[in-house]
Every structure is written in C-alpha cells, then in structure tokens.
C-alpha cells in the first residue's frame, strides 16, 4: 500500500522542541522530494519544508521556520523527519507530510504538485 503516515506530534511548552516522522510505504522516500505542510485552523495550508530526492538532499525552509527547523531524511528506514526547535504559539498546527514533484533552496513547489498526503499529526505549542 502507497502511503504516508506522520507521527510525533504533542503538546509542548514555547520554546521546547519536537521531532516529527514521515513514514513511507510502497515506494521510497529517496527516488521523489517530500516535503512538509502545516495547517492552523481557519487558516490555509501552508508549506513548511522540503527535501529534494537524491544524494544531494537539497532542502528548502519557509521563512517562518527557517533556523528552528531541520528537514532529513532516513533512507533505510523509509522515513523524512521534522526537527523542529525554539517553537512558538504560532505554530500550531496540524503537519502534513506529502510527496512531491521538486524541491530547491528556495521553492518546494505548489501544493497541487503533492500527489500523495499523510493524515496530519497534531502540534499544540502552549503553556
């Protein structure tokens, strides 16, 4: 079964840290780019991150998160991973893993490019 299935979210205090994956089945993570979304409630879908496939593992950043999170990817294990750092009320969201068509250093593509979605795992940043 082709899927993507996100995990570690949670409740966590500002200024502490998670580690979200991104697990792969039925194809591998390193043969497409995969990339991280994120959506608030009453707000849209926005882009968070990206990987390009291959060696070169070129990743983009959204602004909003550029220096707190880290993209990687794990290829043994089928997995894309989310560190994410120094996190603030604004972003909490739910985080969507998806794959995708490119991925450069300063665009991971349009939304419609993503062709296949995990279900999201919830993120609350809060005291």
């Known amino acids: 079964q082709v899927q993507l299935v996100e995990s570690g979210g949670g409740l966590v205090q500002p200024g502490g840290s998670l580690r979200l994956s991104c697990a792969a089945s039925?194809?591998?993570?390193?043969?497409?780019?995969i990339g991280w979304f994120r959506q608030a409630p009453g707000k849209e879908r926005e882009e968070v991150s990206c990987?390009?496939?291959?060696?070169?593992?070129?990743?983009y950043y959204a602004d909003s998160v550029r220096g707190r999170f880290t993209i990687s990817r794990d290829n043994a294990k089928n997995t894309v991973y989310l560190q994410m750092g120094s996190l603030n009320p604004e972003d909490t969201a739910v985080y969507y893993c998806a794959r995708g068509l490119g991925c450069s250093t300063g665009y991971m593509g349009e939304i419609y490019e993503y062709d296949l979605w995990g279900r999201g795992t919830q993120v609350t940043v809060s005291k």
């Open positions: 990987i390009q496939n291959g060696d070169d593992e070129i990743t």
């Open positions: 039925g194809f591998a993570v390193d043969y497409y780019p």
